[in-house]
């Protein structure tokens, strides 16, 4: 059974930095990209950045470019998201996801993502 767990999220003040933490059983995740995403109630979900299969290409949505960074370690079979510079409007529930193909080089459409963690909560105060 596969399954994805997130980590990390919390309570922090505007200017400061939260790492994320995805790990995953279940999957070989070295063969798949990852994707995070966020969303807040009542809004459909967001893109926020994916990770190519070989870790060699990046993409973050413009919204966090300059801020936040995806990484994954293949030998821990987890996938990381470092976030600094936090806004309010980051406050979200961030969720990682594993694509849908193998050796994929990323993706942000959520309809190309498998799996799904259950989500960790981010909350920004001004």
């Known amino acids: 059974q596969v399954q994805l767990v997130e980590s990390g999220g919390g309570l922090v003040q505007a200017g400061g930095s939260l790492g994320l933490s995805c790990a995953a059983s279940g999957l070989t995740l070295r063969i798949y990209a990852m994707g995070w995403f966020r969303q807040a109630p009542g809004k459909e979900r967001e893109f926020v950045a994916f990770?190519?299969?070989?870790?060699?290409?990046?993409y973050v949505a413009d919204s966090v470019k300059g801020r936040f960074t995806i990484s994954r370690d293949n030998a821990k079979n987890t996938v990381y998201l470092q976030m600094n510079s936090l806004k309010p409007e980051d406050t979200d529930v961030y969720y990682c996801?594993?694509?849908?193909?193998?050796?994929?080089?990323?993706?942000?459409?959520?309809?190309?993502?498998?799996?799904w963690g259950q989500g960790t909560q981010v909350t920004v105060s001004s």
């Open positions: 996801a594993s694509s849908r193909g193998r050796y994929s080089s990323g993706t942000r459409n959520v309809d190309d993502y498998a799996y």
């Open positions: 990770i190519s299969w070989s870790g060699s290409s990046t």
